[in-house]
């Protein structure tokens, strides 16, 4: 299916249609994009700091040249495109264990299952929201969250904490979330996704020192 972006035209795969939820259409929006879906022999960059998308070459180690060059002040993490369709790294909230988190642009808070934090889970309830079948999100709030990703720890103002993550119905136990990164922390930084057989995601995160 091609699909028109400003000058570019780039054609899609496997492009699903659904009845689009309230309050989506009320929006007027009319469809979402997924990022690792646009090319699939190339790299393909969603910087969330200047909201662009670009597509930055074709190769592992061209792209991670780019990278590094591109943003020399950030810290290069690496996650995994998974099998499912999702895009994932390793998270921990400290003392707890890291599990399997996404990458989530449409989360407004980043989230997690309550089992994963280890611990007893005691805030403020509130509504995160409405997922794509339009039911009531119920979460946690937590304040001021340590999140640890790799060599980075990064400030969770208000994280959420709910019963599960939904997961894609076909994904493999090594990639069944247990956290979503939502845009609270993603803002900012970049995403480098490359190609399905090379199978990494690239996350460059400002350096905090």
């Known amino acids: 299916m091609p699909v028109d972006l400003e000058s570019s035209s780039i054609m899609l795969q496997e492009v699903v249609a659904i009845d689009g939820p309230e309050p989506f259409r009320d929006w007027g929006v009319g469809g979402f994009l997924s990022p690792q879906a646009l090319a699939v022999d190339a790299t393909v960059l969603l910087d969330l700091a200047t909201d662009r998308i670009d597509i930055v070459g074709d190769e592992s180690a061209t792209a991670v040249a780019d990278l590094v060059r591109r943003f020399d002040n950030s810290v290069l993490l690496e996650g995994t495109r998974h099998a499912a369709g999702t895009l994932g790294i390793h998270v921990r909230v400290p003392p707890a264990r890291p599990v ?107 350096n905090q020192g």
């Open 100 to 206: 399997v988190a996404i990458f989530d642009t449409g989360a407004a808070e980043t989230e997690f299952a309550a089992d994963a934090l280890e611990t007893t889970v005691d805030g403020v309830v509130r509504l995160s929201g409405k997922g794509v079948g339009g039911s009531e999100i119920r979460v946690t709030i937590l304040k001021d969250q340590d999140l640890d990703i790799g060599t980075v720890q990064l400030r969770v103002p208000n994280l959420g904490v709910r019963d599960e993550i939904p997961a894609p119905h076909d994904a493999a136990e090594s990639e069944i979330p247990r956290a979503l990164i939502g845009m609270d922390v993603l803002r900012g930084t970049a995403i480098a996704i490359t190609t399905p057989d090379q199978g990494s995601v690239w996350w460059c995160v400002p």
